[in-house]
């Protein structure tokens, strides 16, 4: 594969254009969708992607780029001893009954071919992200080692003239640097510990300065593994056709046999004989949908994920009969509040990070700031469904917090909060905490309290309350060189800082009810024939859980070789 074009290639570029077609298999969605199609074609299927946007890689593209897919060839060559079963003791425990068992098993039992497929036809190549825990290591067969794997920098040049479909990511560094998720770790430590931060930092922008001298764009994260799943969908030359959408199935008694979708107000009806994969994303940007199954008080524009995941393949496969399931959940994200009408900031360590805690409106703290985003938010919604919302929530911190991490996923060490924030009202200042709980509006004497029994619990090391510290996934992204617990220091010397968070979500994961087969179902279980659902399309495969970094992509990448699978196998 030879097709290197400019970096600055970055033109939008027209689709393909849709015409009435036959294929075996449709995709809807290029996000982890693109997974089923190069299943399905390696499976000698004739395969069509629809992708609704000018761009290829949805949220996934967005995407960290993390892959959660237990004992997989990569965490075996890496010496993960990960087994199958231990893994299936872990989702059994950590899904507790919230999904059908058979859709965790199917997930794990497909794992390994997942990988093993991807390796053979896409360019990528994986390595596992070693430390990074499962959410809940310490539920039985729970690791602290972590099962989440990623791509390795990856060359995204050989997309070539389609180089420009490549959705663009969320957290760009200020310089070409391919920053992995394992490397961020120790880049964000790099003010405390130089050894481990610096050389990634000199590497990786070595690679991606270098990179560009050499006409070679280094990606990490999941602009690398949307542009890996994009060059494989190349190289076997499967088309996607962007800006094109799913409208409505077309059925057949009750079996789905294609799809009506449309390209620039123009309807074209793609058959699809063996089937059609709804990989349209979550719906995330359909208001109405989010107010009604989640909590009216979420607001536009909050939600990371990709601008075209809107519910359609939700709401399309409900008009053939699907049901839904899990429509309350989402892939919750605490984040740094956003300037008026911008997007809400990343957050990624910034909880974790000794010298810091969390208060809501009544200036309390409410939770295990470490906990993971997903469990986070669920407990911020709970508190709203018994009568008692967090109205508003503030991450507070020091100056030595300030001057030793990343914060907000773009400030560096040191770096002033920028000027704007304060005139916003999301960030205040103060030498003294009563009249940083004044200027943020906070009840002084509570916060007040707040601040002396953190003081006192940060510097016992044991968080008591809400056992902030307690597991190896909040240590994972806490500072290892504050003893005896990472995740807690007192906040000793001012100035300090109150900073306004908001909920915001990676994506929403309730959706279409699916079987183990990623086949579509109806309320009184029976399968909506020639219909697949995957990734946030579907209900989450693990209930209302997050099992570990990547569980998301992970799932979405599974039952999409899964589906293809299936469709390959259908008697038509
Ligand atoms: C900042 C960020 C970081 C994240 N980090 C991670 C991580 O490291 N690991 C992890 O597992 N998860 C992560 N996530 C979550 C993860 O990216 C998503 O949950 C996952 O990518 C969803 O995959 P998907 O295929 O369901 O949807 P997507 O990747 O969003 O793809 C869906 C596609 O369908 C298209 N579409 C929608 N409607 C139609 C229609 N009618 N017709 C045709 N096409 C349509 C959309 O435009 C979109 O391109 C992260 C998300 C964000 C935003």
């Given at each position: 594969m030879n097709r290197r074009v400019p970096v600055s290639n970055t033109r939008a570029l027209a689709p393909t254009p849709a015409r009435d077609i036959t294929v075996d298999l449709l995709v809807v969605g290029a996000g982890t969708g693109l997974a089923a199609a190069l299943a399905a074609d390696e499976l000698g299927l004739s395969t069509l992607v629809v992708e609704k946007t000018q761009y290829v890689g949805g949220s996934t593209a967005r995407s960290g780029g993390a892959f959660w897919i237990p004992a997989n060839p990569v965490l075996q060559e890496s010496g993960?001893?990960?087994?199958?079963?231990?893994?299936?003791?872990?989702?059994?425990?950590?899904?507790?009954?919230?999904?059908?068992?058979?859709?965790?098993?199917?997930?794990l039992d497909h794992g390994a071919a997942t990988v093993e497929m991807l390796r053979r036809t896409t360019p990528m190549r994986f390595f596992w992200a070693?430390?990074?825990?499962?959410?809940?290591?310490?539920?039985?067969?729970?690791?602290?080692?972590?099962?989440?794997?990623?791509?390795?920098?990856?060359?995204?040049?050989?997309?070539?003239?389609?180089?420009?479909?490549?959705?663009?990511?969320?957290?760009?560094?200020?310089?070409?640097?391919?920053?992995?998720?394992?490397?961020?770790?120790?880049?964000?430590?790099?003010?405390?510990?130089?050894?481990?931060?610096?050389?990634?930092?000199?590497?990786?922008?070595?690679?991606?300065?270098?990179?560009?001298?050499?006409?070679?764009?280094?990606?990490?994260?999941?602009?690398?593994?949307?542009?890996?799943?994009?060059?494989?969908?190349l190289d076997a030359k499967i088309?996607?056709?962007?800006?094109?959408?799913?409208?409505?199935?077309?059925?057949?008694?009750d079996a789905v046999t294609g799809a009506v979708v449309v390209q620039n107000g123009r309807e074209v009806t793609v058959t699809a004989r063996r089937g059609v994969v709804l990989a349209a994303g979550g719906f995330d940007h359909d208001m109405d949908m989010r107010h009604k199954f989640q909590s009216e008080n979420l607001a536009e524009h909050e939600s990371f994920?990709?601008?075209?995941?809107?519910?359609?393949?939700?709401?399309?496969?409900?008009?053939?009969?699907?049901?839904?399931?899990?429509?309350?959940?989402?892939?919750?994200?605490?984040?740094?509040?956003?300037?008026?009408?911008?997007?809400?900031?990343?957050?990624?360590?910034?909880?974790?990070?000794?010298?810091?805690?969390?208060?809501?409106?009544?200036?309390?703290?409410?939770?295990?700031?470490?906990?993971?985003?997903?469990?986070?938010?669920?407990?911020?919604?709970?508190?709203?469904?018994?009568?008692?919302?967090?109205?508003?929530?503030?991450?507070?911190?020091?100056?030595?917090?300030?001057?030793?991490?990343?914060?907000?996923?773009?400030?560096?060490?040191?770096?002033?909060?920028?000027?704007?924030?304060?005139?916003?009202?999301?960030?205040?200042?103060?030498?003294?905490?009563?009249?940083?709980?004044?200027?943020?509006?906070?009840?002084?004497?509570?916060?007040?309290?707040?601040?002396?029994?953190?003081?006192?619990?940060?510097?016992?090391?044991?968080?008591?309350?809400?056992?902030?510290?307690?597991?190896?996934?909040?240590?994972?992204?806490?500072?290892?060189?504050?003893?005896?617990n990472p995740n807690l220091r007192p906040l000793a010397k001012g100035p300090f800082y109150a900073v306004k968070m908001t909920l915001s979500d990676l994506g929403t994961c309730g959706g279409v009810r699916a079987d183990d087969r990623a086949r579509v179902l109806r309320e009184d279980g029976s399968t909506v024939t020639g219909l697949y659902a995957i990734g946030n399309t579907a209900a989450n495969a693990f209930g209302n859980t997050y099992p570990g970094a990547g569980a998301t992509i992970g799932q979405g990448l599974v039952y999409g070789y899964i589906a293809a699978h299936d469709a390959a196998e259908r008697t038509v």
């Open positions: 993960a001893a990960d087994t199958l079963e231990r893994a299936r003791t872990y989702v059994s425990s950590v899904v507790d009954g919230s999904a059908p068992a058979e859709r965790g098993s199917a997930f070693e430390e990074y825990s499962d959410y809940h290591p310490e539920l039985p067969g729970g690791s602290a080692r972590g099962r989440t794997c990623e791509c390795l920098p990856f060359d995204a040049s050989v997309l070539g003239a389609e180089r420009p479909r490549l959705r663009p990511g969320v957290m760009e560094a200020p310089v070409p640097m391919p920053t992995t998720g394992a490397d961020y770790k120790w880049m964000n430590l790099v003010a405390r510990v130089p050894a481990k931060g610096v050389p990634r930092i000199l590497k990786r922008v070595a690679q991606g300065i270098g990179g560009l001298a050499l006409k070679r764009e280094y990606m990490a994260g999941g602009q690398a593994l949307a542009a890996g799943l994009f060059a494989g969908v088309p996607v056709w962007t800006e094109t959408s799913l409208v409505e199935l077309v059925t057949d008694g994920g990709a601008e075209g995941n809107t519910g359609d393949g939700i709401r399309i496969a409900q008009q053939v009969g699907a049901d839904i399931d899990l429509m309350d959940q989402a892939w919750w994200f605490p984040a740094v509040a956003g300037l008026p009408g911008r997007d809400p900031l990343v957050m990624l360590a910034e909880r974790s990070l000794p010298g810091s805690f969390i208060v809501d409106h009544t200036g309390r703290r409410f939770v295990n700031e470490s906990t993971d985003y997903m469990s986070f938010g669920q407990r911020i919604l709970e508190r709203e469904r018994a009568g008692d919302p967090v109205e508003s929530m503030w991450i507070v911190f020091d100056q030595a917090y300030r001057n030793s991490y990343i914060f907000a996923a773009g400030l560096f060490p040191r770096q002033p909060l920028p000027q704007s924030w304060y005139d916003a009202g999301i960030a205040h200042q103060s030498s003294d905490p009563v009249a940083l709980a004044r200027s943020a509006g906070l009840p002084e004497d509570a916060f007040a309290e707040t601040f002396r029994r953190f003081n006192e619990t940060a510097a016992a090391g044991v968080d008591s309350e809400f056992g902030r510290g307690a597991s190896a996934y909040d240590r994972y992204y806490g500072d290892p060189t504050i003893t005896p």
